[in-house]
């Protein structure tokens, strides 16, 4: 009977043996494709950073809430999460030094230096956070012709739904648009009026007014210069199109959810071990730019020294030097850093000398 047993046994273990090796060489086999071929690398490289996954948006989010005095996600403090997330995207991302680059989110905040589009794009993901719905809205002149992008915030969520008409001016739009909040990443523009106390430039309450509030109250934002066409605020004013809007967490994908709570759970050291590696993997980019990229991965991350000491790694040779010298004295100079809320300076507070009607 034992003697039976120990035959069988026997047997089963010669059995085992050769598929732990087929699953070795197997393994193997798969790693040498991985670092051979350059499809299977640009594949990996772009999951990582994918939309769907969204994985470095929310631990750039995630950075700034633990920073932040307060819970970014919890509804009562929603306005000035809002503001404090605008604030940060107005400081990180650029349009300086490197052509605009037009990608998915994580590869633009990357990055750095881009246009107002994809600006506000950055903002626009990082506030389904807070779960707050942001329609990406284009402006446009009496000549029917759009100088600049901004975004517009659903407070309350009732608005604007992703299944709404893109790229059309109808007077429904215009009217749900005057309900809501217009926010400005890229000159840091937000509506809160102009009103101080006998101490402090910054505002008694961050108290945001809608569009139609702002256009019947024009002297109360004296300093959104960018929408003064001879006029104040006229930019807001003519007819606009939505070219984007964002999720709310009950719209998150099957897939954006489980990465939701596994990046919520995933020890950071991890997290950016693995944006290292989505970096480093990636066949289309030169070692130059994956050094710039390392150096951007830790500033976005507010990892400020680590941030500095990569920026100050690329040298005058290389082709990204003038732009890391860029954000590294935008970190030493304190404008390209997290600011808590009662800090921040607002483009709005600084009175226009410009004589509009």
Not at 131 to 160: C, E, G, Q
Not at 264 to 291: D, M, R, V
Not at 324 to 340: C, H, M, P
Not at 347 to 352: L, T
């Amino acid at each position: 009977m034992k003697f039976g047993v120990l035959l069988k046994l026997q047997i089963m273990n010669k059995i085992q043996l050769p598929k732990i090796k087929i699953t070795i060489l197997f393994f193997i086999f798969i790693n040498i494709i991985i670092l051979i071929f350059d499809y299977p690398k640009k594949f990996i490289s772009k999951l990582i950073f994918s939309h769907d996954l969204s994985l470095l948006t929310y631990s750039v989010f995630s950075s700034i809430d633990n920073e932040i005095g307060f819970d970014m996600t919890k509804k009562k403090n929603q306005t000035k999460s809002l503001i404090i997330l605008n604030d940060f995207t107005y400081k990180f991302f650029r349009p300086e030094e490197l052509k605009n680059l037009d990608s998915g989110v994580s590869w633009k905040m990357l990055h750095g230096s881009i246009w107002c589009d994809g600006v506000h794009d950055i903002f626009l993901r990082l506030a389904e956070y807070t779960n707050t719905r942001v329609a990406m809205v284009a402006l446009f002149n009496k000549k029917n012709s759009s100088p600049h992008t901004i975004n517009f915030i659903d407070l309350d969520n009732k608005y604007i739904n992703q299944s709404i008409k893109k790229k059309d001016k109808n007077k429904e739009l215009q009217i749900k648009l005057k309900k809501m909040s217009p926010f400005d990443s890229t000159f840091n523009y937000v509506p809160i009026k102009s009103i101080k106390n006998d101490q402090s430039e910054t505002p008694l309450q961050p108290n945001l007014e809608n569009l139609d509030y702002m256009l019947n109250n024009r002297s109360e934002f004296p300093s959104y210069g960018m929408f003064d066409l001879g006029v104040r605020l006229n930019l807001l004013e003519n007819d606009k199109f939505v070219t984007n809007v964002n999720r709310l967490q009950s719209e998150f994908s099957i897939i954006g959810k489980i990465s939701l709570q596994i990046i919520k759970i995933l020890p950071k050291k991890i997290a950016k071990t693995i944006y290292k590696f989505g970096i480093f993997i990636n066949p289309e980019f030169s070692s130059n730019y994956k050094q710039f990229l390392y150096a951007r991965l830790e500033h976005i991350l507010l990892n400020y020294d680590e941030a500095l000491y990569k920026y100050s790694k690329i040298y005058p040779q290389s082709s990204y030097y003038a732009a890391a010298q860029y954000w590294l004295k935008r970190i030493e100079s304190k404008e390209s850093v997290l600011t808590n809320i009662d800090e921040i300076h607002f483009n709005d507070f600084n009175i226009s000398k410009t004589k509009l009607r």
